[in-house]
């Protein structure tokens, strides 16, 4: 049951600039508003409560997206794009042909998720995990659109999200939890990297697909979060996916777990669900060499249950720095300190309920607040 807000939770609205919307976008074998399964076990808020109901009544404007659980970021940022603009979704004509699927998808006609989207009515996006991937794919397509897409398409039939242009319908981004540079789930103890991950990660995403009760389409083995989040491919992601200089950009990595003393990291159970417990144990003891040569030790074993909390932080080589309230800039990623909890710790936990109502209130106060 959703509980009363407190006095100290409520925002100051008369200090901000703006009040643009925030749209939520869930990770792997997530569900959003649109998915039936929402109103039974909210995504954002779990069994403490929905979180975008919460948000709502505190003046802010907030909307959980619906995305493919398993599908890749360039899918999921085309599905998001249409649900944003009451579109019917469009995969684009090349990437299809490369990837063996179908080029239309669901069709938002007349049920968009947000009243307008455009120059003159920008939005703020929030990701949770892969969902931060997925954000960052939609920012560059809206700005620079593809020109593969362009050049396989006849200009009448062309999406608008191809064409680019339109970076500056964006105001601020943040991750959570998110696998900017991979994670090491995705990797045996050898560093040979898996189709599927190992076995462990295998039983944990078939209950995660379970619950979201949603059933992926068939994909190329390419076109895929899997193949995505492998440490080598999200790399090549980063090169793609530069930071913007007129975005505002913030980052929220999460552990749950320990060091111990030969260096390698146990689950602290007080925090961690008993689905993350094994993995983030098999995580806490990694070190290897992925297919493409990157090196990753000691450093990549602290981790949330499913991400490194390395990788959470920021894209490698791209600008960063630690979080100062005094000093917020564009075009740098802004890290939050790290959130003492498991992967689903910011969605609200499940058996191990968190209140995330308090931090999410005041991050978005904070984003109405810049300039």
């Not at 925030?22 to 508003?33: D, K, Q, S």
């Not at 398993?70 to 794009?81: H, K, Q």
């Not at 920012?139 to 339109?166: I, N, Q, V, W």
Request: aromatic content about 10%.
């Amino acid at each position: 049951m959703q509980t009363k807000p407190s006095a100290a939770l409520t925002p100051a609205c008369s200090a901000w600039h703006s009040n643009d919307p925030f749209v939520f976008v869930h990770g792997l074998c997530g569900w959003g508003g649109y998915s039936p399964l929402y109103r039974l076990l909210p995504y954002w808020g779990m069994f403490g409560g929905d979180l975008m109901r919460f948000l709502n009544g505190q003046g802010f404007h907030v909307h959980a997206a619906s995305v493919d659980p398993n599908a890749s970021a360039w899918d999921r940022a085309c599905e998001l794009f249409a649900q944003l603009t009451g579109t019917r979704v469009d995969y684009g004509a090349a990437h299809c042909k490369e990837n063996g699927h179908a080029r239309f998808g669901k069709d938002y006609t007349g049920r968009p998720l947000v009243p307008a989207f455009d120059e003159g009515h920008k939005l703020n996006l929030l990701g949770h995990s892969f969902g931060g991937t997925t954000i960052r794919m939609l920012a560059y397509l809206l700005e620079f659109g593809s020109a593969e897409e362009r050049a396989a398409t006849p200009t009448g039939e062309l999406s608008p999200l191809f064409t680019g242009g339109k970076g500056n319908w964006l105001r601020s981004l943040t991750t959570l939890a998110t696998p900017h540079n991979g994670t090491t789930a995705y990797c045996d103890t050898s560093g040979d990297e898996k189709r599927m991950g190992p076995p462990l990660q295998r039983l944990m995403t078939t209950v995660m697909e379970m619950m979201a009760r949603r059933k992926t389409a068939d994909r190329a083995d390419r076109d895929h979060a899997d193949f995505d989040m492998y440490i080598d491919n999200a790399l090549l992601l980063n090169d793609l996916l530069t930071t913007r200089a007129h975005l505002y950009y913030f980052s929220f990595p999460c552990s749950a777990a320990n060091r111990q003393a030969d260096g390698s990291f146990l689950p602290e159970k007080r925090v961690t669900e008993s689905m993350f417990r094994a993995t983030t144990e098999l995580i806490g003891v990694m070190r290897g060499e992925t297919v493409g040569g990157f090196a990753f030790g000691d450093d990549w074993r602290d981790n949330d249950g499913l991400v490194n909390t390395v990788s959470a932080r920021a894209p490698f080589g791209a600008p960063q720095k630690n979080f100062d309230p005094a000093e917020i800039p564009k075009g740098v990623w802004n890290i939050m300190p790290v959130t003492r909890g498991d992967h689903m710790a910011l969605q609200g936990g499940l058996f191990h309920v968190r209140d995330v109502r308090p931090l999410f209130t005041e991050h978005l106060d904070r984003i109405n607040r810049l300039p």
